[in-house]
């Protein structure tokens, strides 16, 4: 009875990856823990949003490819009717358009299409099989850009590059002709000096400081800089659990959320660091593995553009908490406070774990 | 099915070639990573490390007490203590105004705080504290602290404040301290010790203040405070006390002070007592005086303008920047001169009849005497104050030989008291005069000067030490006010030294000559026969005037319908005892008209005091009203004594 308990619960699950994401999430508590200042209701708050996003990971590593590429379709079509209702009727916070007030609840549409296009993507794909053409990738660019525009216009820069990113993969993985790689990435690169050319000068002085937090210390730049004297003052093996200066006398910005990697950089050092990115060169080596065993084309798209994704959204945020990157407001996965990214995440690895256990189911 | 399963093979090894490329540059962008941390974490650790350090320890500056000032019996002249004040932190504050208007409902907040908190603002950096209002009551302050929670960036603190307990009494000696100020700051950093004025926020600015500001001021402490990002401090870390100010111990007695302030009544004028033997200051005084409380926080521009533009000018330290005319005061030091070169030792004597002519002229120097004194000598000449005995003498000296002999006396240099801003005076020459008015020396300027009068111009001080110098049979001790430094931690006293700071050998006979003279004046028949009536013990004295507007040739002085600012200065040197001083007084009463009747009974209510400890009689009718000039009821008052 309790055998089948257990394998009704956990048959689905990939013991690798529940493993690598058990560590990264002892790792979060507690580095929360010392970021929200000892505040153990933090930590609380965390594991409800933990057991959330365990749930979603439960129900989406319970679905079947097969009913995911049939549900890619409706997802995206709801997905793509909510944001243009949040251009439409959302409210307003922070100056920014973002959530949809449903009477009951409020929802941020642009989470859901974190999930959404890169199933369409896959599933666009999948069905195009064999008939590899660049028109193809002409109808995929357009089926990415449209949702990409409208998060950028809500603003939410950050949340619109990576969707972006993540349709981008699955064009990648599809197979996107290398020559034009080259082509457009080279066109890019040409075309900087003009689009820096058309720029006003406070719009070229923000992108500056973007670059250089120096230019501003004590404006856009604080928190960099902040984040940087914290991370290069925790030296090799850091100043220690609850023992971060930087952290723990207020000041870094942000930093249960978006700035948290400056807080475990501070207190675990250099030591610590090699640690985190080595658990996340894990869970990424699993996600590829996974990726490059799945059986149809739907299920490798999907599965290697989530885990690039993850990989986006680790090295965006240790890169601009580090200030080799402008700073767009991307949390580090896993690890930040935060419910919404949380669940989106593990969402995320719940659907490489059914890729990965329902292979049998699919196989042809 | 085999081309189907050829293409899906196909197609598996070209995503996984992809899924390599990406897994490629997963890698390589996560060792870009690495590679960042390698060069934050251990290349550049230190300087990080460095910044860290910076952010969370702040250097407080614990300021030192400042030193007290006591006169010589231990009366505290300037001390300090803590009172409450509010302060508000204007960058912590939303909206200054508003905020200050509700502090007005629950704290009398008057306009003159307003005032004083702007300019406090204008001075001071948005996120230093600034006091809306000083001296809270502890009413007050608990009212406040109860509604504290309604006001943040509104805090109560406890400042040192400095106080001058005995207010206008000396405060011209005492001196005051005020708000640093722009130029203050310039002057610390060009003496080099800025930094040991972190968190002080008042220096010395005039009087013994000001002068002995760096013993006074103590060496400031810090803590090293671990602070957040707010700048509130989390915890000391480690702590260098301040070492207090030393104390200044005076030659001047405070009592005595009163006294000599007492006795000029509501006139103006200065008064200088030295002990000529050590040069200690024995009492400075300036009046009318002012009271340097107001200055400490930054004076009102009311009191500013009460003070500043009075006809009284109470905020002038005259003895040491009022320049007079030494008058008649000058004669003991001329005689001297006359002596000492050999020209009118005994028997030499004149006639006099009431004035003297320069040969070739017909101008006449008239003596204050029209008719004259008769035979005169030197030691009567001294006593009855002939003007036509020192014309002549003038003359025949010569200015050179004149003012370069009288210089020893302190005659138109600065007597370095430890006060700043002194002025030297001025003892005139002929290459002065070139220097000046481009114009060439004439013989009759001469003859005047040996009178005190013409282009001599003496400070207060200066007669006092130059009369000192005399008591003192020509040596000159550097005059002080502090006698004793008082080590603000141990207690330990040190004492200042006498210094010679000149010395001149004089022939005893000379000398007895012109003591004898002096000592003649306050006896009867004297010019201050009045001052040395009843006295115990002798003194040595001379009477002057000094005109405040020139009289012409013909015309008469006439004392009568004349403007009370016109009024001739009256001037009083004195040494006691004369056979052995401890004390010499020079005393200048703004148009006081006669030495004898106004300065020279102040100058013996403080010997009276310092040499018998006798308190004055309280008789104010004798100096506060000047006594009429043609009285000739009061019998102990003589012609001599009505004129110098």
């Given at each position: 009875?309790?055998?089948?308990?257990?394998?009704?619960?956990?048959?689905?699950?990939?013991?690798?990856?529940?493993?690598?994401?058990?560590?990264?999430?002892?790792?979060?508590?507690?580095?929360?823990?010392?970021?929200?200042?000892?505040?153990?209701?933090?930590?609380?708050?965390?594991?409800?949003?933990?057991?959330?996003?365990?749930?979603?990971?439960?129900?989406?590593?319970?679905?079947?490819?097969?009913?995911?590429?049939?549900?890619?379709?409706?997802?995206?079509?709801?997905?793509?009717?909510?944001?243009?209702?949040?251009?439409?009727?959302?409210?307003?916070?922070?100056?920014?358009?973002?959530?949809?007030?449903?009477?009951?609840?409020?929802?941020?549409?642009?989470?859901?299409?974190?999930?959404?296009?890169?199933?369409?993507?896959?599933?666009?794909?999948?069905?195009?099989?064999?008939?590899?053409?660049?028109?193809?990738?002409?109808?995929?660019?357009?089926?990415?850009?449209?949702?990409?525009?409208?998060?950028?216009?809500?603003?939410?820069?950050?949340?619109?590059?990576?969707?972006?990113?993540?349709?981008?993969?699955?064009?990648?993985?599809?197979?996107?002709?290398?020559?034009?790689?080259?082509?457009?990435?080279?066109?890019?690169?040409?075309?900087?000096?003009?689009?820096?050319?058309?720029?006003?000068?406070?719009?070229?002085?923000?992108?500056?400081?973007?670059?250089?937090?120096?230019?501003?210390?004590?404006?856009?730049?604080?928190?960099?800089?902040?984040?940087?004297?914290?991370?290069?003052?925790?030296?090799?093996?850091?100043?220690?659990?609850?023992?971060?200066?930087?952290?723990?006398?207020?000041?870094?910005?942000?930093?249960?959320?978006?700035?948290?990697?400056?807080?475990?950089?501070?207190?675990?050092?250099?030591?610590?660091?090699?640690?985190?990115?080595?658990?996340?060169?894990?869970?990424?080596?699993?996600?590829?593995?996974?990726?490059?065993?799945?059986?149809?084309?739907?299920?490798?798209?999907?599965?290697?553009?989530?885990?690039?994704?993850?990989?986006?959204?680790?090295?965006?945020?240790?890169?601009?908490?580090?200030?080799?990157?402008?700073?767009?407001?991307?949390?580090?996965?896993?690890?930040?406070?935060?419910?919404?990214?949380?669940?989106?995440?593990?969402?995320?690895?719940?659907?490489?774990?059914?890729?990965?256990?329902?292979?049998?189911?699919?196989?042809? | 099915?085999?081309?189907?399963?050829?293409?899906?093979?196909?197609?598996?090894?070209?995503?996984?070639?992809?899924?390599?490329?990406?897994?490629?540059?997963?890698?390589?962008?996560?060792?870009?990573?690495?590679?960042?941390?390698?060069?934050?974490?251990?290349?550049?650790?230190?300087?990080?490390?460095?910044?860290?350090?910076?952010?969370?320890?702040?250097?407080?500056?614990?300021?030192?007490?400042?030193?007290?000032?006591?006169?010589?019996?231990?009366?505290?002249?300037?001390?300090?203590?803590?009172?409450?004040?509010?302060?508000?932190?204007?960058?912590?504050?939303?909206?200054?105004?508003?905020?200050?208007?509700?502090?007005?409902?629950?704290?009398?907040?008057?306009?003159?705080?307003?005032?004083?908190?702007?300019?406090?603002?204008?001075?001071?950096?948005?996120?230093?504290?600034?006091?809306?209002?000083?001296?809270?009551?502890?009413?007050?302050?608990?009212?406040?602290?109860?509604?504290?929670?309604?006001?943040?960036?509104?805090?109560?603190?406890?400042?040192?404040?400095?106080?001058?307990?005995?207010?206008?009494?000396?405060?011209?000696?005492?001196?005051?301290?005020?708000?640093?100020?722009?130029?203050?700051?310039?002057?610390?950093?060009?003496?080099?010790?800025?930094?040991?004025?972190?968190?002080?926020?008042?220096?010395?600015?005039?009087?013994?203040?000001?002068?002995?500001?760096?013993?006074?001021?103590?060496?400031?402490?810090?803590?090293?405070?671990?602070?957040?990002?707010?700048?509130?401090?989390?915890?000391?870390?480690?702590?260098?006390?301040?070492?207090?100010?030393?104390?200044?111990?005076?030659?001047?007695?405070?009592?005595?002070?009163?006294?000599?302030?007492?006795?000029?009544?509501?006139?103006?004028?200065?008064?200088?007592?030295?002990?000529?033997?050590?040069?200690?200051?024995?009492?400075?005084?300036?009046?009318?005086?002012?009271?340097?409380?107001?200055?400490?926080?930054?004076?009102?521009?009311?009191?500013?303008?009460?003070?500043?533009?009075?006809?009284?000018?109470?905020?002038?330290?005259?003895?040491?920047?009022?320049?007079?005319?030494?008058?008649?005061t000058?004669?003991p030091?001329?005689?001297?001169?006359?002596?000492?070169?050999?020209?009118?030792?005994?028997?030499?004597?004149?006639?006099?009849?009431?004035?003297?002519?320069?040969?070739?002229?017909?101008?006449?120097?008239?003596?204050?005497?029209?008719?004259?004194?008769?035979?005169?000598?030197?030691?009567?000449?001294?006593?009855?104050?002939?003007?036509?005995?020192?014309?002549?003498?003038?003359?025949?000296?010569?200015?050179?030989?004149?003012?370069?002999?009288?210089?020893?006396?302190?005659?138109?240099?600065?007597?370095?008291?430890?006060?700043?801003?002194?002025?030297?005076?001025?003892?005139?020459?002929?290459?002065?005069?070139?220097?000046?008015?481009?114009?060439?020396?004439?013989?009759?300027?001469?003859?005047?000067?040996?009178?005190?009068?013409?282009?001599?111009?003496?400070?207060?001080?200066?007669l006092a030490?130059a009369t000192?110098?005399?008591?003192?049979?020509?040596?000159?001790?550097?005059?002080?006010?502090?006698?004793?430094?008082?080590?603000?931690?141990?207690?330990?006293?040190?004492?200042?030294?006498?210094?010679?700071?000149?010395?001149?050998?004089?022939?005893?006979?000379?000398?007895?000559?012109?003591?004898?003279?002096?000592?003649?004046?306050?006896?009867?028949?004297?010019?201050?026969?009045?001052?040395?009536?009843?006295?115990?013990?002798?003194?040595?004295a001379k009477t002057g005037?000094?005109?405040?507007?020139?009289?012409?040739?013909?015309?008469?002085?006439?004392?009568?319908?004349?403007?009370?600012?016109?009024?001739?200065?009256?001037l009083f040197i004195a040494f006691?005892?004369?056979?052995?001083?401890?004390?010499a007084v020079a005393v200048?009463?703004?148009?006081?008209?006669?030495?004898?009747?106004?300065?020279?009974?102040?100058a013996?209510?403080?010997?009276?005091?310092?040499?018998?400890?006798?308190?004055?009689?309280?008789?104010?009718?004798?100096?506060?009203?000047?006594?009429?000039?043609?009285?000739?009821?009061?019998?102990?008052?003589?012609?001599?004594?009505?004129?110098?």
């Open positions: 009875m309790i055998s089948k308990l257990f394998h009704f619960l956990f048959k689905h699950f990939d013991s690798f990856l529940m493993a690598c994401l058990f560590f990264a999430l002892l790792l979060s508590l507690f580095v929360l823990y010392s970021a929200s200042g000892q505040d153990i209701s933090r930590i609380y708050a965390q594991g409800f949003n933990v057991l959330a996003a365990l749930g979603a990971m439960w129900l989406a590593a319970n679905i079947s490819p097969l009913n995911l590429e049939r549900a890619a379709r409706p997802l995206y079509i709801l997905g793509m009717l909510l944001l243009i209702a949040v251009a439409l009727f959302g409210t307003i916070s922070h100056g920014a358009r973002r959530w949809l007030n449903l009477g009951f609840m409020q929802i941020q549409p642009s989470e859901l299409m974190r999930i959404a296009v890169p199933m369409m993507l896959a599933w666009y794909f999948a069905s195009r099989e064999g008939k590899s053409s660049a028109s193809n990738f002409v109808i995929g660019s357009l089926l990415l850009a449209f949702p990409v525009a409208l998060i950028m216009k809500q603003p939410d820069l950050g949340t619109s590059l990576l969707i972006a990113s993540s349709g981008f993969y699955v064009l990648f993985l599809a197979g996107l002709s290398w020559r034009f790689l080259l082509v457009a990435s080279a066109s890019l690169l040409a075309l900087m000096p003009v689009f820096w050319s058309l720029l006003h000068d406070y719009q070229r002085k923000r992108i500056e400081i973007l670059f250089d937090p120096t230019q501003d210390p004590l404006g856009a730049g604080y928190h960099t800089i902040q984040a940087i004297i914290a991370i290069g003052s925790g030296g090799s093996a850091g100043k220690g659990w609850l023992n971060g200066t930087q952290t723990q006398l207020d000041f870094l910005p942000e930093r249960t959320t978006d700035f948290i990697f400056a807080v475990f950089s501070e207190e675990f050092g250099f030591l610590g660091n090699m640690l985190l990115l080595t658990l996340f060169s894990l869970i990424i080596a699993r996600g590829l593995v996974i990726a490059s065993q799945a059986q149809n084309t739907f299920s490798r798209l999907l599965a290697g553009s989530i885990t690039l994704n993850f990989f986006s959204y680790a090295f965006v945020n240790m890169g601009m908490v580090s200030g080799i990157l402008p700073v767009v407001g991307v949390p580090l996965p896993l690890i930040s406070y935060g419910g919404t990214s949380l669940v989106t995440l593990y969402l995320g690895f719940g659907i490489l774990m059914s890729i990965h256990t329902h292979k049998k189911l699919v196989a042809t | 099915m085999v081309a189907e399963l050829k293409n899906y093979i196909h197609e598996q090894y070209y995503f996984r070639l992809r899924l390599g490329v990406a897994g490629l540059i997963v890698l390589s962008l996560f060792t870009l990573l690495a590679f960042r941390f390698y060069y934050l974490q251990i290349l550049h650790y230190d300087h990080y490390q460095t910044l860290a350090e910076n952010n969370r320890i702040s250097l407080v500056p614990t300021i030192p007490n400042r030193g007290l000032i006591l006169d010589k019996n231990g009366v505290v002249l300037a001390h300090n203590f803590f009172v409450y004040t509010l302060e508000i932190t204007p960058s912590k504050v939303k909206n200054l105004d508003s905020t200050i208007a509700e502090l007005g409902q629950l704290i009398e907040v008057s306009s003159q705080d307003k005032k004083r908190f702007k300019k406090f603002r204008e001075q001071s950096h948005s996120f230093e504290s600034a006091p809306i209002r000083t001296h809270l009551n502890e009413f007050e302050a608990a009212t406040f602290a109860v509604n504290h929670f309604r006001f943040p960036g509104v805090e109560i603190k406890s400042r040192l404040f400095r106080h001058y307990p005995l207010g206008k009494l000396g405060s011209h000696m005492v001196g005051y301290i005020g708000r640093i100020n722009d130029k203050d700051i310039e002057n610390l950093k060009k003496d080099g010790v800025y930094s040991n004025y972190k968190g002080s926020d008042h220096i010395g600015k005039s009087g013994l203040e000001q002068f002995y500001e760096q013993q006074l001021h103590g060496v400031t402490g810090f803590q090293q405070v671990e602070i957040d990002a707010d700048g509130h401090a989390v915890r000391v870390l480690s702590s260098n006390a301040p070492i207090p100010g030393d104390n200044l111990i005076l030659s001047a007695d405070s009592k005595l002070q009163e006294i000599a302030e007492t006795a000029f009544g509501e006139r103006r004028g200065a008064l200088v007592a030295i002990n000529p033997k050590t040069g200690e200051v024995l009492s400075y005084v300036s009046q009318p005086t002012f009271n340097p409380n107001l200055f400490v926080d930054g004076i009102d521009s009311e009191n500013w303008k009460l003070l500043n533009e009075s006809l009284d000018k109470p905020l002038i330290n005259r003895p040491l920047r009022g320049i007079y005319p030494p008058g008649s000058f004669k030091f001329v005689a001297l001169a006359g002596l000492e070169s050999g020209k009118r030792n005994p028997p030499f004597s004149i006639q006099d009849g009431g004035f003297f002519t320069l040969a070739g002229s017909s101008h006449r120097y008239r003596d204050w005497k029209p008719s004259g004194h008769g035979m005169v000598d030197m030691q009567k000449a001294i006593t009855v104050s002939c003007d036509t005995f020192f014309y002549g003498l003038a003359m025949e000296l010569g200015i050179e030989r004149l003012t370069s002999f009288v210089s020893h006396f302190g005659f138109g240099r600065k007597s370095d008291l430890d006060i700043k801003g002194e002025i030297g005076g001025l003892l005139p020459t002929p290459e002065w005069k070139k220097r000046r008015y481009k114009q060439p020396w004439y013989p009759g300027e001469t003859v005047i000067v040996g009178i005190g009068q013409g282009y001599t111009l003496v400070t207060p001080l200066q030490q000192a110098i005399l008591a003192n049979n020509g040596v000159a001790m550097k005059p002080h006010l502090v006698t004793k430094i008082q080590n603000g931690l141990t207690g330990k006293q040190m004492d200042i030294p006498a210094i010679v700071q000149d010395r001149i050998e004089l022939n005893p006979e000379n000398m007895a000559i012109v003591k004898r003279g002096m000592v003649d004046v306050t006896l009867p028949g004297g010019t201050a026969a009045s001052v040395g009536a009843n006295a115990p013990y002798s003194i040595a005037t000094a005109q405040v507007i020139g009289i012409k040739q013909n015309e008469k002085y006439n004392e009568h319908g004349m403007n009370e600012r016109h009024l001739d200065h009256a006691a005892p004369a056979e052995d001083p401890t004390i200048i009463v703004e148009n006081g008209r006669h030495g004898g009747s106004t300065a020279g009974p102040i013996r209510k403080v010997m009276d005091y310092y040499l018998l400890g006798k308190m004055p009689a309280v008789e104010p009718s004798a100096v506060a009203a000047p006594v009429p000039a043609n009285a000739t009821g009061t019998a102990t008052i003589t012609e001599e004594e009505l004129h110098d």
